[in-house]
Every structure is written in structure tokens, then in C-alpha cells.
């Protein structure tokens, strides 16, 4: 691939790469894995999905398609390069529709590219919960790790009601060998990873969440073992999905921000979501005029908000206000 585009310069699309590579080094599952890798992002006139989308009453994918194309493309070269070629037999080379499709969701894609290079190219599967991470008392896994390796620190916060996020890595389903089921959780966040284990009661009520891919929320603290003084585990009291956060556990919001800061969109965006996304989480906001030491608080009286996406994000892109969230 990268020979043929130092001879013939950069490839204009999918098909142009496809009539110049070379078909028995780069074979379909290579060009999958491109695919599954974002290499062809660059050819803007085809999404991912539509390499694999079968149209119903079709029977090849867009790639297959794409590599039949090329197939005739080269025999068509082959025959018009021989002696005895006959140009009336040549093969119809042209380019073939790839028929629309939904995109995949960025779940999808990340989990696709980590297939394929271990690594996520496009973003990371916590990006959508950047908010949550921000605001709801969420430990980093750094954080917690070196609390973890710690006697001491393990000692002192006892009393401490942890909130872990991340995406579960890997999960082991276990058994003892007294026949006891258990399992191993682990996790990651943007900070680092850390593994969790379930033992009996513990791994029975949240086994269902140990599955790779998943997003999880945890509450949990740590406890000295009763068979060995000393010693301490974290106990986890709580799994919830990550994305049920944000409506479930919202109970308030609480806003502040300059007079200067507030405009009519403000204004308008605000009113507009709270009517669009009623719920029983409080609203406040707290205007404040810092040069004449005045603050007035708003409260959205009987009407309360349910936490959605929509104002998140649009909170996130505002770094004049202020948010606090109780949960």
C-alpha cells in the first residue's frame, strides 16, 4: 500500500486504492481491518458501515463489491497488456454503488478499532460522560489505586462512600474450589485501570454487569476483613450503567453565573429545556454582580428538570457558569 502511493501518489477514493493495490499482499481481511481502523476515513464518500451493509435481497456487502471491482479492474489491465489481448471481451470496470446505511455509533467504532489495534483511535467510550465525571463526585481510578496499595489510606477512608466510573475491560466469571461462584471486574477510566473482586452474595446480585464494553457506575467502600484483622477490600454496595446516572441520581442543579454572562440564548435555552425536560431534580441559579457584592438566587419553584444530554452538553461549553450537581 504504502509502495504503490510512493509510485502513483495519494489515492483519490476506495476504488482508486482498490485498482492499485496489489490483491493477493492485501487481501479482504487486511482491507477489513483498515476499515474497522479508520483507515479510510479519509475517503469522506463512504462511513465504515457501508463496507459491511448487505442490502436486503443482496447477497455482497459494500466491500465485496468494492473488491470485485478491483478484481475486473485488474483482469481488464491484464487483458488490454497482452499481445493477444482483445479489447472487445474487456471486462466493464465501472465503479459500483455502495448502497446508504446508518452509521455506527461511536461505541461501535471504538469497539471495533480496539479489535483490531488495541487501542481506541477515534476517542475513548467514556467521552459521553465527561459531565458525570466532572460533577457527580466520581473518583479517578488513579486516585483510588493509590488509596488501594495503601494499608493506611485504606484505614482512613473506611468511612468513605466511593463513586467509580469507567468502562469494564475485562470481567472473569469464577468458581472455587468449593464450588462458589465469584468474579473479577475490571475497569478503566481516562486516569488509569484498577480490578475489583466479587465474592459470593456480592458477585450473584451484580454478575450481570461484568461484561466487556459496558459503561458502570460503582459505590462501594472500604472494610477490614474478618478473617484477617489488618487487612482491608473494598466492598462494592452498588452497579448502576453509567448512562441511567445522570436522570436517577440528579437530585439538584444549581447554576451560578455573572450578569454579564447572561444573554438572551442563555435565557431562552434554559426555559425551553426545563419545559422539554420536566423531572424532580431542583433547579437554582445564582446570578452575581461581583464589583457591587450582589448575588439573587432563581429557583425554578414547582417545576423541577430531569438532567438529559441536551443541557449537559451544552453546560460543558459553557466555562462562565458554575455547576454543582447533588446527587
Not at 420536566?278 to 445564582?286: D, F, I, M, T
Request: charged share 25%; proline share 3%.
Amino acid at each position: 500500500i504504502i509502495e504503490e502511493r510512493k509510485l502513483g501518489g495519494d489515492y483519490k477514493d476506495i476504488f482508486d486504492f482498490i485498482k492499485r493495490v496489489n490483491q493477493r499482499s492485501c487481501n479482504k481481511k487486511s482491507i477489513e481491518c483498515l476499515v474497522y481502523a479508520g483507515g479510510f476515513d479519509c475517503f469522506t464518500q463512504l462511513h465504515r458501515a457501508q463496507y459491511f451493509h448487505t442490502p436486503d435481497g443482496e447477497k455482497t456487502s459494500g466491500l465485496e463489491k468494492i473488491i470485485n471491482f478491483g478484481q475486473a479492474s485488474s483482469q481488464q489491465s491484464n487483458s488490454m497488456n497482452t499481445l493477444f489481448g482483445d479489447l472487445s471481451t474487456a471486462v466493464n470496470t465501472t465503479p459500483p454503488k455502495i448502497p446508504a446505511c446508518e452509521q455506527w455509533s461511536l461505541t461501535e467504532k471504538l469497539e471495533h478499532e480496539k479489535d483490531v489495534t488495541g487501542m481506541y483511535m477515534s476517542g475513548h467510550p467514556l467521552d459521553h460522560y465527561k459531565f458525570e465525571l466532572k460533577y457527580f463526585n466520581i473518583d479517578t481510578l488513579e486516585d483510588f489505586n493509590e488509596i488501594k496499595l495503601s494499608k493506611t489510606l485504606m484505614a482512613s477512608n473506611m468511612n468513605k462512600v466511593f463513586r467509580l466510573a469507567g468502562l469494564v475491560s475485562s470481567a472473569q466469571h469464577r468458581t472455587t474450589k468449593t464450588g462458589k461462584s465469584f468474579g473479577i471486574l475490571s475497569i478503566e477510566d481516562f486516569t488509569g485501570k484498577t480490578e475489583i473482586p466479587l465474592w459470593s452474595d456480592e458477585y450473584m446480585k451484580f454478575k450481570d454487569y461484568l461484561e466487556p464494553g459496558k459503561n458502570i457506575l460503582i459505590t462501594g467502600n472500604f472494610k477490614e476483613q474478618n478473617w484477617k484483622p489488618g487487612e482491608y477490600e473494598f466492598k462494592i454496595n452498588g452497579i448502576r450503567l453509567l448512562e441511567t446516572a445522570k436522570e436517577q441520581l440528579t437530585k439538584s442543579l444549581e447554576l451560578s453565573m455573572r450578569v454579564r454572562d447572561i444573554s438572551s440564548d442563555f435565557v431562552e435555552f434554559i426555559d425551553n429545556n426545563l419545559k422539554e425536560h420536566p423531572g424532580k431534580a431542583s433547579l437554582k441559579l445564582n446570578v452575581i454582580e461581583p464589583l457591587e457584592n450582589i448575588s439573587i438566587t432563581l429557583l425554578s419553584g414547582n417545576s423541577g428538570i430531569t438532567l438529559n444530554d441536551e443541557l449537559t452538553n451544552y453546560l460543558m461549553n459553557m466555562p462562565e457558569v458554575e455547576v454543582k450537581v447533588g446527587v
